[in-house]
T-cell receptor
Framework: AQRVTQPEKLLSVFKGAPVELKCNYSYSGSPELFWYVQYSRQRLQLLLRHISRESIKGFTADLNKGETSFHLKKPFAQEEDSAMYYCALSGKTSGSRLTFGEGTQLTVNP | NAGVMQNPRHLVRRRGQEARLRCSPMKGHSHVYWYRQLPEEGLKFMVYLQKENIIDESGMPKERFSAEFPKEGPSILRIQQVVRGDSAAYFC???????????FGPGTRLLVL
């Protein structure tokens, strides 16, 4: 069975500090991993996907198959990064559906 | 290009009534997905549809829930004889093709009294 785990429900950092949101997954095969973000009163939107290997809003995430992790990182957090972040997975055996983690609420304090 | 539209945004029903949730995908998208988010939980996949076809309904409860995506018009998620445990946020997403990025709607928040 495939599963996505985000161990931290809440994460609080100060502006300018580095931030790392953890995501671990279990999947037999080659998964595709995503980070979605939901800002206050807005819809869920894609932040980045591992196959594109790009940096969005200063965030990066590297797929580590050995550790089955896809942690989201940003070297200097900004107040506007405060939001709910969801890690998600899809794979060939599961078709197009996404399996989500429970989310991490990030708060960046001034 | 308008994003994925869902209506109503909020829906209140009494136990035993029916709930109909509508989703209009983005223009040019023919793949629709429904997810449910129970309080304090992450989004859980329910069903994946293409125009007039159900592709994957492995996440749908066996009873009372059904979904359709007709040739014309929005996708409909229908819940018959609602119970309090159906109270949740229901999100719809659409994509241009399978395995492509899914774009989410704002969700419908269902409250069953």
């Amino acid at each position: 069975a495939q599963r996505v785990t985000q161990p931290e429900k809440l994460l609080s950092v100060f502006k300018g500090a580095p931030v790392e949101l953890k995501c671990n997954y279990s999947y037999s095969g080659s998964p595709e991993l995503f980070w979605y973000v939901q800002y206050s009163r807005q819809r869920l939107q894609l932040l980045l996907r591992h196959i594109s290997r790009e940096s969005i809003k200063g965030f990066t995430a590297d797929l580590n198959k050995g550790e089955t992790s896809f942690h989201l990182k940003k070297p200097f957090a900004q107040e506007e990064d405060s939001a709910m972040y969801y890690c998600a997975l899809s794979g060939k055996t599961s078709g197009s559906r996404l399996t989500f983690g429970e989310g991490t609420q990030l708060t960046v304090n001034p | 290009n308008a994003g994925v539209m869902q209506n109503p945004r909020h829906l209140v029903r009494r136990r035993g009534q029916e709930a109909r949730l509508r989703c209009s995908p983005m223009k040019g998208h023919s793949h629709v997905y429904w997810y449910r988010q129970l309080p304090e939980e992450g989004l859980k996949f329910m069903v994946y549809l293409q125009k007039e076809n159900i592709i994957d309904e492995s996440g749908m409860p066996k009873e009372r829930f059904s979904a359709e995506f007709p040739k014309e018009g929005p996708s409909i998620l229908r819940i018959q004889q609602v119970v309090r445990g159906d109270s949740a946020a229901y999100f719809c997403a659409s994509s241009r093709d399978a395995q492509e990025t899914q774009y989410f709607g704002p969700g419908t928040r269902l409250l069953v009294l």
